[in-house]
């Protein structure tokens, strides 16, 4: 499906499900565990599932630039977009896990291993398009994944829960931190 110019659609498609997901487990996580969610604009359903869901599919979006940037200049290497567009849509899937973090104890940790799984099937998504394989892809893989997870860190605290799934608990260490 990756290598079909015809599936573009579909496997960005599958980002955008999957990262929805991961924004609604953390929002059902919030609510569940009697954090409550305020009506209207000021709702974290608003904030985290829907702000948050396209700052995350914007960030994924830099995130996939860094490294076609980061991969012509330390491997020079052309990336395709679009075939890249296409596998790292479908490396994105294991976010849809995070729906799971309603589960109560181990909300956290599923998040983790959702948003763990994706860097690693992104991994593996621009060795396969690139048919590069080493420390230039790891570093370029990496350096986007901060991007992202810095930023979405950084649209968190007490008081905006602007990014989806476990980094909502951010803005629960900001309240924690702030009280201390």
């Known amino acids: 499906m990756a290598k079909d110019d015809r599936s573009t659609v579909a496997c960005l498609s599958v980002a955008v499900a999957s990262t929805v997901l991961l924004g609604l487990g953390g929002w059902l996580w919030w609510v569940l565990s ?5 009506r209207g604009s000021d709702s974290v359903f608003v904030k985290s599932v829907i702000f948050g869901s ?4 914007g960030l994924w979006g830099v995130w996939l630039l860094i490294v076609v940037a980061l991969m012509q200049r330390f491997a020079g290497t052309i990336v395709q977009i679009e075939p890249l567009l296409r596998a790292a849509g479908l490396a994105a899937a294991p976010l849809a896990f995070g729906f799971l973090m309603v589960v109560p104890v181990v909300s956290f940790g599923i998040g983790l291993f959702a948003i763990a799984g994706c860097v690693l099937l992104t991994q593996a998504a621009v060795e396969r398009v690139t048919g590069v394989r080493g420390g230039e ?5 990496l350096a ?11 649209l968190t605290t007490r ?14 260490w900001d309240l ?3 009280a201390s």
């Open 34 to 38: 009697g954090l409550g969610d305020v």
């Open 54 to 57: 396209v700052a995350s599919l």
């Open 137 to 141: 892809v790891i570093f370029a893989n």
């Open 144 to 154: 986007g994944f901060i991007v992202w997870a810095v930023v979405l860190s950084l």
């Open 159 to 172: 008081s905006n829960q602007f990014a989806p799934g476990p980094f909502l608990a951010e803005s629960l």
């Open 176 to 178: 924690v931190a702030s």
